[in-house]
């Protein structure tokens, strides 16, 4: 890559940052990474509590299940119960759906026991959403969802619990209202709490916190052109996977063999049910 196009790319990376808000994840998580007192103060928002204690606090975290479905969360913390809460901004309502919410759920929970541990032990869980728009249509600022005894209407008890949070709320004589603007803030100088508009500010006019973003800003872009090469690559597998087939091959693992697929991608790109 030479100095112009370089050059051309810092400054898209600088305009883009500028426009950059807590509504955004990518953003979201480098604000929040390792800041407690940030975490606290939304914790305590969305929770309704004055009293939380958060002992750790990642910010873009990725984890995978055992068939390596992965999900990447925005902030993950612990507070000083062991208490734990998974939270995502979510800006596309499709992201935000219910059976996404369930599996978070269930990654939040695979990852607390260690093998021997009794159930006992699995702490709380929170799957916080924070939504651009409101999701589940009801002109709420919260929607908090907890499994129930149907015949008695009395909650479970399991310790999980999903929060939606409504990002497009707007009551600024409401903490929670006061919270969801400053997540729909450019400028810090708009901010109802300090800080959160310290650390946007940080990030946004110090030249620590700038070249930190545009690095993060880069590595996006590298990971993006990777994916978009293996989903190229994948897909020209696929195509001669089926060419084979249309050949007349119908041996499975032959395809997979020639294509560099694995069995069952072989079959799938031929349409081929598993045995």
Not at 90 to 100: L, M, N, S
Not at 155 to 164: K, N, P, Q, T, V
């Amino acid at each position: 890559m030479d100095m112009d196009e370089k050059q051309r790319l810092r400054e898209e990376d600088l305009q883009r940052l500028r426009g950059l808000r807590l509504m955004d994840d990518d953003f979201l998580g480098v604000v929040f990474d390792g800041n407690i007192e940030a975490t606290e103060l939304l914790l305590n928002i969305i929770l309704g509590r004055n009293d939380m204690v958060v002992t750790q606090v990642v910010g873009q975290r990725e984890i995978k299940n055992q068939n390596g479905r992965s999900v990447r969360l925005d902030i993950h913390a612990v507070d000083s119960d062991d208490k734990q809460y998974d939270i995502e901004v979510q800006r596309e309502d499709r992201g935000a759906g219910a059976q996404r919410a369930r599996f978070n759920s269930s990654m939040l929970d695979t990852r607390m026991l260690k093998p021997g541990e009794k159930f006992a032990k699995l702490a709380e869980g929170y799957v916080i959403f924070i939504t651009e728009n409101d999701v589940l249509g009801k002109d709420i600022s919260l929607y908090h969802i907890d499994r129930v005894i149907k015949e008695t209407n009395e909650l479970f008890g399991d310790g999980s619990h999903i929060i939606y949070v409504n990002g497009a709320y707007k009551n600024d004589e409401e903490p929670i209202g006061k919270l969801m603007h400053d997540f729909r803030c450019i400028d810090a100088d708009d901010m109802n709490y300090s800080v959160l508009a310290d650390r946007v500010r940080y990030f946004k006019e110090s030249e620590g916190g700038i070249e930190t973003m545009c690095r993060v800003m880069e590595e996006m872009r590298d990971k993006a052109a990777a994916e978009a090469d293996y989903k190229a690559m994948m897909r020209e597998k696929r195509l001669f996977a089926v060419s084979l087939w249309e050949d007349g091959i119908r041996d499975i693992e032959k395809i997979a063999k020639l294509t560099r697929l694995t069995v069952e991608e072989a079959r799938e790109a031929v349409g081929v049910k598993s045995a």
